[in-house]
């Protein structure tokens, strides 16, 4: 289409959908656009993306005329009179026109736009949706205004009025009223990221009133008001605010752990008692209010939000303190589930420790990504965090032993460089990652290595019922399975538990093979390798055992790339295994497959061959002849025509090998 017929089209949508009023009729008539014609005119507008192609082209008049006819028409529609449902398709409209706003087409109409159709509706405050949406649409041209000095001093001559309506307090809070809020603070968000140290002001209310609501538990709204909170320290441009806002976020966040820890962290009686329903809402609360500040905190050191233009004293310390605080109270599932909700009426609050812990392990991976070797002086002390949920994983939530691999994981992508904790760490790690990925820890048993050890433990009871030598020890048969002794029956973890155990072996194969002992490291390669040789015998080989081989899979490649210098890589048996994965029904376990078995090609058959050192040594001579040669037609030497030099290692013939004589060529 051409510029003429965008134009004119946007006109006839003008004049169609939105009428002008007839001012000399008395009654107007309210309904002069039904629901039905608005969706229509929107459809249209979205598909045609007319007001974009005619802000774009406001220079060629039929355009220019065009864009003012549809601006009156629905400035019109701003009457007095008109019911709420007039002025929201109105607000609607001018959100998605001044979304393609230029500064020719802002300007002639910013002032009558704020004056006349926005602030009336944030002094009326009639409508929660109504105020919503006139805070979208001033977020709107905010962010279009923000760019021109002129524009820019318009929209803060309103900008007390805009703080006010979006920090309105509504009597009521119905889900109209809560998606008016959510509007609101996402306005908020954007208007402060617009106008930055313009809004030094409007701080302090702004700060106490994120806080205050969130505490309340807000739900939704929550998510917007961490993302106001997120913007305020950088508007302030102003380290010490910064450093104020974490301070009160670590307080806050204590005085949370206070009320939910309340005689659990010492030996003492409950100071407070609630009843049980009491308990359940409180609690829920806390725990909203914890996440909402956790992710605050992950706003604040998020590595984009620390590059700023002054300097950050991050409270480290402080953070790990918190971390310790929450972690340390640990009340396993049974002790719960045996607590008397009668006499102990914070049965709610316990129940609600693993997700405390997740929180605590979501605040310190948030540390680990942002700082990462400028965590490596507390490397040890964060390697005994991790070590702790391991080495109680009976009486600890799944959700929690995730949580932790999913952190261990960032931890050796972040500092593998700084760690060299074998003994504390390493060791300890891998023992417990050897029993979790082993398919018996999810219940997946070998029948044949079960049958065996049935008769060879009926074998041996009638060798001594035969001798008559009566037995101390119990008869019962042990199970073994890949000669490690199994005492248990029942599966320990779950199946996702062993998958996430499996990406954290990769990761410690990968980045810490190295420091591994030549002993861990063989069980290492004997136990990925014993399990994929028996696939079919532990019955693995079903669709929702995928992300089980994948993970086996790539161990065993990991395993290749990383050999110990005191053992030699299983190549032989890992391009076996991987030749016979690469037929898998599952397309991503067959391509992981695929790439290991041309990892361990290319090792045993390298494409390129190395250089031998004659060559090298030969290079070498074509090198420093050349030099002397320049050095001589510096000096004034004869030059040396191009077919007159040869070099040094072409001046005998080919058959005859060249002898090194002291460096000097030929």
Same mark, same amino acid.
């Given at each position: 289409?051409?510029?003429?017929?965008?134009?004119?089209?946007?006109?006839?949508?003008?004049?169609?959908?939105?009428?002008?009023?007839?001012?000399?009729?008395?009654?107007?008539?309210?309904?002069?656009?039904?629901?039905?014609?608005?969706?229509?005119?929107?459809?249209?507008?979205?598909?045609?993306?007319?007001?974009?192609?005619?802000?774009?082209?406001?220079?060629?008049?039929?355009?220019?005329?065009?864009?003012?006819?549809?601006?009156?028409?629905?400035?019109?529609?701003?009457?007095?009179?008109?019911?709420?449902?007039?002025?929201?398709?109105?607000?609607?409209?001018?959100?998605?026109?001044?979304?393609?706003?230029?500064?020719?087409?802002?300007?002639?109409?910013?002032?009558?736009?704020?004056?006349?159709?926005?602030?009336?509706?944030?002094?009326?405050?009639?409508?929660?949706?109504?105020?919503?949406?006139?805070?979208?649409?001033?977020?709107?041209?905010?962010?279009?205004?923000?760019?021109?000095?002129?524009?820019?001093?318009?929209?803060?001559?309103?900008?007390?009025?805009?703080?006010?309506?979006?920090?309105?307090?509504?009597?009521?809070?119905?889900?109209?009223?809560?998606?008016?809020?959510?509007?609101?603070?996402?306005?908020?968000?954007?208007?402060?990221?617009?106008?930055?140290?313009?809004?030094?002001?409007?701080?302090?209310?702004?700060?106490?009133?994120?806080?205050?609501?969130?505490?309340?538990?807000?739900?939704?709204?929550?998510?917007?008001?961490?993302?106001?909170?997120?913007?305020?320290?950088?508007?302030?441009?102003?380290?010490?605010?910064?450093?104020?806002?974490?301070?009160?976020?670590?307080?806050?966040?204590?005085?949370?752990?206070?009320?939910?820890?309340?005689?659990?962290?010492?030996?003492?009686?409950?100071?407070?008692?609630?009843?049980?329903?009491?308990?359940?809402?409180?609690?829920?609360?806390?725990?909203?209010?914890?996440?909402? $500040? =956790? %992710?605050? +905190?992950? !706003?604040?050191? @998020? *590595? &984009?939000?620390?590059?700023?233009?002054?300097?950050?004293?991050?409270?480290?310390?402080?953070?790990?303190?918190?971390?310790?605080?929450?972690?340390?109270?640990?009340?396993?599932?049974?002790?719960?589930?045996?607590?008397?909700?009668?006499?102990?009426?914070?049965?709610?609050?316990?129940?609600?420790?693993?997700?405390?812990?997740?929180?605590?392990?979501?605040?310190?991976?948030?540390?680990?990504?942002?700082?990462?070797?400028?965590?490596?002086?507390?490397?040890?002390?964060?390697?005994?965090?991790?070590?702790?949920?391991?080495?109680?994983?009976?009486?600890?939530?799944?959700?929690?032993?995730?949580?932790?691999?999913?952190?261990?994981?960032?931890?050796?992508?972040?500092?593998?460089?700084?760690?060299?904790?074998?003994?504390?760490?390493?060791?300890? $790690? =891998? %023992?417990? +990652?050897? !029993?979790?990925? @082993? *398919? &018996?820890?999810?219940?997946?048993?070998?029948?044949?290595?079960?049958?065996?050890?049935?008769?060879?433990?009926?074998?041996?009871?009638?060798?001594?019922?035969?001798?008559?030598?009566?037995?101390?020890?119990?008869?019962?048969?042990?199970?073994?399975?890949?000669?490690?002794?199994?005492?248990?029956?029942?599966?320990?973890?779950?199946?996702?538990?062993?998958?996430?155990?499996?990406?954290?072996?990769?990761?410690?194969?990968?980045?810490?093979?190295?420091?591994?002992?030549?002993?861990?490291?063989?069980?290492?390669?004997?136990?990925?390798?014993?399990?994929?040789?028996?696939?079919?015998?532990?019955?693995?080989?079903?669709?929702?055992?995928?992300?089980?081989?994948?993970?086996?899979?790539?161990?065993?490649?990991?395993?290749?790339?990383?050999?110990?210098?005191?053992?030699?890589?299983?190549?032989?048996?890992?391009?076996?295994?991987?030749?016979?994965?690469?037929?898998?029904?599952?397309?991503?376990?067959?391509?992981?497959?695929?790439?290991?078995?041309?990892?361990?090609?290319?090792?045993?058959?390298?494409?390129?061959?190395?250089?031998?050192?004659?060559?090298?040594?030969?290079?070498?001579?074509?090198?420093?002849?050349?030099?002397?040669?320049?050095?001589?037609?510096?000096?004034?030497?004869?030059?040396?025509?191009?077919?007159?030099?040869?070099?040094?290692?072409?001046?005998?013939?080919?058959?005859?090998?060249?002898?090194?004589?002291?460096?000097?060529?030929?």
């Amino acid at each position: 289409m051409s510029h003429s017929a965008y134009g004119k089209l946007l006109i006839q949508l003008a004049e169609s959908h939105l009428p002008e009023k007839n001012e000399n009729v008395k009654d107007v008539q309210l309904e002069r656009i039904t629901f039905d014609q608005f969706n229509q005119l929107v459809a249209v507008l979205n598909q045609t993306k007319i007001i974009r192609h005619c802000v774009e082209n406001k220079n060629e008049k039929i355009c220019d005329k065009a864009l003012d006819v549809w601006v009156k028409a629905i400035h019109g529609l701003f009457d007095a009179r008109s019911p709420s449902a007039i002025h929201w398709m109105g607000l609607q409209l001018y959100n998605h026109t001044f979304s393609f706003a230029t500064y020719e087409f802002l300007h002639p109409n910013l002032e009558t736009l704020l004056q006349k159709d926005l602030l009336p509706i944030f002094q009326r405050k009639n409508s929660a949706l109504d105020v919503g949406l006139a805070c979208r649409v001033y977020a709107t041209l905010a962010s279009k205004a923000a760019l021109y000095p002129d524009t820019k001093t318009v929209m803060l001559s309103s900008l007390d009025r805009f703080v006010n309506a979006a920090s309105y307090s509504w009597p009521e809070e119905n889900k109209e009223v809560l998606d008016c809020m959510k509007d609101c603070f996402k306005a908020l968000a954007i208007v402060t990221k617009s106008f930055g140290s313009s809004m030094k002001p409007h701080l302090s209310k702004i700060e106490n009133l994120c806080f205050l609501l969130l505490e309340r538990g807000m739900g939704e709204v929550g998510e917007v008001l961490v993302e106001v909170l997120s913007t305020l320290p950088f508007c302030a441009n102003d380290a010490e605010y910064w450093k104020k806002m974490v301070a009160r976020i670590i307080s806050q966040q204590n005085k949370i752990i206070d009320n939910v820890y309340d005689g659990l962290e010492t030996s003492e009686a409950p100071k407070t008692q609630l009843n049980a329903q009491d308990s359940i809402t409180d609690t829920a609360i806390s725990l909203d209010y914890f996440q909402a $500040l =956790t %992710k605050a +905190l992950e !706003k604040f050191l @998020h *590595p &984009s939000n620390l590059n700023t233009h002054f300097a950050i004293e991050i409270p480290f310390e402080e953070l790990l303190q918190l971390i310790f605080r929450v972690l340390n109270v640990h009340i396993s599932p049974q002790t719960i589930l045996e607590l008397d909700t009668t006499k102990h009426t914070r049965f709610s609050i316990v129940s609600l420790i693993p997700s405390l812990h997740i929180e605590a392990y979501t605040l310190l991976d948030m540390i680990i990504t942002s700082l990462k070797e400028h965590i490596s002086p507390y490397s040890q002390t964060v390697c005994s965090i991790f070590m702790r949920p391991l080495d109680l994983k009976e009486e600890t939530s799944d959700l929690v032993i995730l949580k932790v691999y999913e952190l261990i994981q960032h931890f050796l992508d972040s500092l593998a460089g700084c760690i060299d904790h074998t003994e504390t760490f390493i060791v300890p $790690l =891998t %023992k417990i +990652l050897l !029993k979790d990925i @082993h *398919p &018996s820890a999810f219940g997946k048993f070998n029948s044949s290595d079960m049958t065996l050890n049935f008769l060879e433990a009926n074998k041996s009871r009638k060798r001594r019922v035969q001798k008559g030598v009566k037995s101390t020890k119990s008869t019962k048969p042990n199970l073994v399975l890949n000669d490690s002794k199994i005492t248990r029956n029942v599966p320990t973890v779950s199946q996702i538990v062993s998958e996430a155990a499996l990406g954290v072996l990769e990761k410690v194969i990968l980045h810490l093979g190295v420091h591994i002992p030549h002993q861990v490291r063989l069980k290492i390669d004997n136990a990925v390798i014993s399990i994929l040789l028996n696939f079919t015998k532990y019955d693995l080989n079903g669709s929702d055992m995928c992300e089980y081989r994948k993970g086996l899979y790539k161990c065993l490649v990991a395993c290749v790339l990383r050999p110990i210098p005191s053992q030699a890589p299983p190549l032989a048996y890992a391009l076996r295994i991987l030749t016979v994965g690469s037929q898998d029904k599952s397309f991503s376990v067959k391509e992981v497959c695929k790439m290991g078995v041309v990892i361990c090609e290319n090792l045993l058959h390298p494409t390129v061959p190395t250089l031998s050192r004659e060559l090298k040594w030969e290079a070498s001579r074509v090198v420093e002849a050349k030099e002397k040669t320049d050095e001589k037609q510096k000096n004034g030497s004869k030059r040396l025509r191009h077919q007159d030099y040869i070099p040094p290692i072409f001046s005998k013939p080919f058959n005859q090998k060249t002898q090194p004589d002291n460096g000097e060529p030929n």
